[in-house]
């Protein structure tokens, strides 16, 4: 009897872990001397959104680029603690980045095409990774991102026309449809929304929202709106800290943290 709570906990902890897409414990990152996050524990659901909110520099971005390792590519950038996808550490040596990020795939603030067409934006993907034995397997792969990007039949009669040439909306669901081409299990967005307008910012919520269904997406939004309509857990960051994640309902109505209510409320940030 006397190790039974002891057990209890261990069940409830394996049960949560096994539910877990992503966990991180005990993350820390430095750039220089400078400790931007500090201590981040989290567990993220599959299948489902979760949405980073928190005022700015307070490390939402370095946060979301742990997750795949793009901290990687910045030289004073270090990062310490475990992450693991599927339990698998993405920090091993072992780990390839550049597969990890196919796996774990981004979109940033500013939509950034390539000076391509849209259609080597969406094949430059497979074709690196091999995907694609024949041109018709990569037209299919393309014709299939953009569908689930939202963007076919606004593309289809010019695909060889410049990813550039589009609307920054269609842009910016053109870098959706060039994650999705590699057939990523996470997608993590960076104020995906942050430069379009409301109707093109409707259409990519409207899309993250079917991406749902078949991906794991994490994004950054100072919106809380946003944050309330994309999102099912909402996790808050202050001065590099986490300071509560929950669901996103209980967030934005009865949060546990008084920072939270306070920036939810407008009072900073
Ligand atoms: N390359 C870098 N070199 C040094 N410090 C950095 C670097 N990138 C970010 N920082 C610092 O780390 C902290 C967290 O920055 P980060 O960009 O992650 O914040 P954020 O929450 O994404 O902010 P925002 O909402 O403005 O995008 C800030 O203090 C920032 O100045
Ligand atoms: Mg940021």
Redesign the pocket.
């Known amino acids: 009897m006397s190790n039974m709570p002891t057990t209890m906990t261990t069940t409830t902890k394996a049960a949560t872990m096994n539910e877990s897409k992503i966990s991180a414990r005990k993350v820390q990152v430095f ?2 001397d ?1 400790h ?1 996050i500090k201590d981040v524990e989290i567990e993220i659901p599959p299948r489902s959104v979760t949405a980073f909110i ?10 979301l680029r742990c997750l795949n390792r793009m901290n990687d590519t ?1 030289a ?2 270090r990062v310490e603690g475990h992450i693991s996808i599927d339990g698998e550490n993405i920090y091993d040596p072992k780990v390839d980045p550049v597969q990890l990020r196919a796996k774990v795939g981004m979109v940033f603030q500013k939509p950034n095409p390539f000076p391509k067409s849209i259609y080597e934006n969406v094949a430059y993907g497979p074709r690196i990774h091999g995907l694609a034995r024949k041109k018709s397997d990569l037209d299919d792969i393309v014709s299939s991102a953009l569908q689930k990007a939202g963007l076919w039949n606004e593309v289809k009669d010019r695909l060889d026309a410049p990813g550039t040439g589009l609307s920054g909306g269609q842009q910016q669901r053109l870098c959706i449809a060039r994650a999705v081409a590699v057939s990523p299990e996470v997608i993590l967005m ?2 995906p929304c942050s430069a379009l307008d409301p109707i093109a910012t409707a259409k990519v919520e409207e899309l993250i929202h079917e991406l749902r269904a078949n991906y794991t997406i994490v994004i ?1 939004t ?1 919106s809380m709106q946003q944050a309330a309509r994309v999102s099912q857990r909402t996790a808050m ?1 202050h001065l ?1 800290e986490l300071v509560e994640e929950n669901d996103t309902d209980k967030m934005f109505t009865n949060p546990d943290d008084q920072r939270t209510q306070d920036y939810i409320m407008g009072r900073f940030g």
Do not use: W
């Open positions: 750039y220089g400078k931007a928190g005022p700015s520099g307070c490390g939402k971005s370095t946060f910045i004073n950038c960076d104020e950054v100072h960051f590099g």
